[in-house]
T-cell receptor, first 109, second 113 residues
Framework: AQRVTQPEKLLSVFKGAPVELKCNYS??????LFWYVQYSRQRLQLLLR??SRESIKGFTADLNKGETSFHLKKPFAQEEDSAMYYC???????????FGRGTQLTVWP | DGGITQSPKYLFRKEGQNVTLSCEQN?????MYWYRQDPGQGLRLIYY???????QKGDIAEGYSVSREKKESFPLTVTSAQKNPTAFYLC????????????FGSGTRLTVV
């Protein structure tokens, strides 16, 4: 069975502090992992995917197959990073994504 | 502008009534999806469609129905059989079955009164 776990429902940090949003997954095959972000009053949008190995808005995420994790990191958080973040896994059923429950990140000034 | 449009933005329904949520895309995407977003529960898949005239149940399909008569359109009907229909509904599309990158609509908030 495919499952995505985001253990933190809420996460608060101060501006300039490092931030890490945790994501663990359960999947027996070769996973494809994503991070989606939803800013206030905006649509849910793709932030990054592991196969791209890119950095978007200063965020990076590394797939760790040994720990089955895909944590999202940023060395210096900004107030505009405040949003809801969802980790997602593409499973064996063609196309569909499995989403975690989301982490609401608040960056205080 | 290419995109995915959901309407209406807000919808009120009386108990016992069926209601249909619209989702239209002009991105020429093959696959379309309906998710339900509840606080603390993330996004749960209701139905999805990979091609026209074909669709599959997701994880919480009971009390919902869909159709895919045109590539551009994937309406969702919330029936009176849905026990807890008040929620935020998101429609999404992707270019093909193997593309994990979804484009999302802006959502419809349904309230049962």
């Amino acid at each position: 069975a495919q499952r995505v776990t985001q253990p933190e429902k809420l996460l608060s940090v101060f501006k300039g502090a490092p931030v890490e949003l945790k994501c663990n997954y359960s999947y027996s095959g070769s996973p494809e992992l994503f991070w989606y972000v939803q800013y206030s009053r905006q649509r849910l949008q793709l932030l990054l995917r592991h196969i791209s190995r890119e950095s978007i808005k200063g965020f990076t995420a590394d797939l760790n197959k040994g720990e089955t994790s895909f944590h999202l990191k940023k060395p210096f958080a900004q107030e505009e990073d405040s949003a809801m973040y969802y980790c997602a896994l593409r499973g064996s059923t063609l196309g569909r994504l499995y989403f975690g429950r989301g982490t609401q990140l608040t960056v205080w000034p | 502008d290419g995109g995915i449009t959901q309407s209406p933005k807000y919808l009120f329904r009386k108990e016992g009534q069926n209601v249909t949520l619209s989702c239209e895309q002009n991105l020429n995407h093959d696959a379309m999806y309906w998710y339900r977003q509840d606080p603390g529960q993330g996004l749960r898949l209701i139905y999805y469609s990979q091609i026209v005239n074909d669709f599959q149940k997701g994880d919480i399909a009971e009390g919902y129905s869909v159709s895919r008569e045109k590539k551009e359109s994937f309406p969702l009907t919330v029936t009176s059989a849905q026990k807890n229909p008040t929620a935020f509904y998101l429609c999404a599309s992707s270019i093909d079955n193997n593309a994990g990158g979804y484009t999302f609509g802006s959502g419809t908030r349904l309230t049962v009164v």
